[in-house]
């Protein structure tokens, strides 16, 4: 079976996507079906490109026993368009910007916004903590962990 292939994306990809791509890998290895998926980060810039994670957001991420191992890039198209199955925007710029870089109508399917598989939180988007304080980062967590449960709910219902 096709491996389901799931690309984060959000502006610098240091804080927000590395973090979405960190948390749903350890939800597929706490279930032992990290072997169905592939996932990866970008982000919509390449100003971070070849950069780890935000220190910041390491650290937070870390005291909950998520380790941000990834470092960044940017999205390319149409190559990220065509091999990933989701592509999956932390905002609503973020969304406006995958529609302008989508190839074509059909791939720009693709497209979704991680908020909208929150089952628990009631927010719009996955705000930049890049600029805040320790409680946006700690939102950006609580966000992604709600996100990646309703996402991984919404592939096995519909795969
Ligand atoms: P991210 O956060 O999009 O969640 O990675 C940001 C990181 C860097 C910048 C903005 C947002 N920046 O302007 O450098």
């Known amino acids: 079976m096709d491996r389901t292939k799931i690309l984060f ?3 610098g990809n ?4 590395p973090s979405a791509e960190a948390v749903m890998n350890s939800l597929i290895k706490a279930k032992g079906i990290e072997e169905l998926f592939e996932i990866d980060s970008a982000g919509i810039t ?10 910041r957001m390491q650290r ?6 998520i380790h941000l191992t990834s470092i960044s890039r940017q999205v390319k198209s149409p190559a990220d368009f065509e091999h990933f199955d989701y592509i999956i925007g932390m905002d609503n710029q973020n969304i406006d910007d995958l529609y302008q870089l989508a190839p074509n109508e059909q791939l720009a399917k693709k497209i979704s916004k991680m908020t909208d598989y929150c089952t628990r939180h009631q927010h719009d988007s996955v705000p930049d903590p890049y600029y805040g304080g320790a409680a ?24």
């Open 60 to 65: 937070h991420a870390l005291n909950r026993d």
């Open 9 to 11: 994306v959000c502006l």
């Open 136 to 159: 946006g980062f700690e939102l950006v967590l609580d966000l992604l962990e709600d996100a990646c449960e309703g996402l991984l709910e919404h592939i096995q219902s519909h795969e």
């Open 46 to 55: 390449g100003y971070h490109a070849g950069e780890p994670a935000d220190q």
């Open 14 to 17: 240091i804080c927000r996507s």
